[in-house]
């Protein structure tokens, strides 16, 4: 009695004859696939941190050529400020609370030294943490970011004139529009995260739909529905049609449920022994049909004794003995110019002719 040992995930991998994508076996394996947030992407953090640099080298400039108060300090601040950030591009390190704190204290120091076109270092930062932060800490980083930008104000006296308290409003302004931009994307961005998934999943049941409409619940092999679907495009193959020798004496005898535990024996060994490429199908009933796409026919005649052999060498065990397994087997050849209907009627013949030559045979046409 040949012994047959099972491995699910090779018979699938066999039954398919396809190699299945990593994205797939998660979602059949139930995980949802990562959706990446975009705004918290090391890439848009290193673009705004160039954007910060330029910005800081601006600065400085203007400060040197403007000569303004403690010019010299204020280039001096500028330039820490730059390689500062200079080193965290340089690390790819996005930002975090220390980082955002020495930031704040020397935009601050420059606010103070009334370095002109600051503002734009609060803003940059501003629009660099909310989009790390989102959410309600979005909120907490812009009224941080806005105190010491009106503290940095009042001490040095710009707010209290017209002009000057029209800029500091303006600035706040802006830092509040930014801040509700930043937390209304980021809402958006969760929405189409959670829609992606609800989609995800819609894509995974509807696959599993699929598979099952084209799979036999018994052998797990394909069925007569997906013969039709996935014979039309092939060209040329060899055509095995397998039928179970004395099938229906063997269910009067022993009861339909041993006749399952057969069919399933032989859908097993199928699965198991043919190649990557190759199909197998129930087709109906008793009867199984292989198809060894871009194979010759000695090679096809070959496969079909040797699947005809080891289901032979198969025994069942019962309370009333031993029960043997032959099939028959009819085998055709698909060209070019034939059509899949006429293949299968050749391979049909071959099979009676199997059958008549006394079973547990191979013939083909």
Known sequence: MGVIKLNPKSMLIKQNGVQVDSTTRRMRAGEKPDVPNLLVTEDIQLVLLKVTLALGFFIGVTAWITAVKLSSLAVFCAAMYMAYNALLLRRCKPPGVNEFLINLVLIGILD???????????????????LKAGGKRSGRVAMMIASVFLISRVITGTALTIDGALDTVFNLWVTMMVTYAVISVHKLIAKQNRDDSQMLELIKQNEHNYQMALTDGLTGLYNHR???EKINTLDRYILLIIDIDCFKKLNDTYGHLMGDKVLTLIGNILKLSIRAGDMAFRYGGEEFVVVLPGTSYTTGYQIAERLRMQISECTLKTSEGVIPITVSIGMAVKTVTMGSQEAFEKADRALYIAKQSGRNNVQAI
């Open 226 to 228: 997906a013969y039709k």
């Open 112 to 130: 103070y030294l009334q370095v002109s076109y600051c503002p734009a270092l609060y803003h940059i930062l501003l629009l660099r943490m909310t």
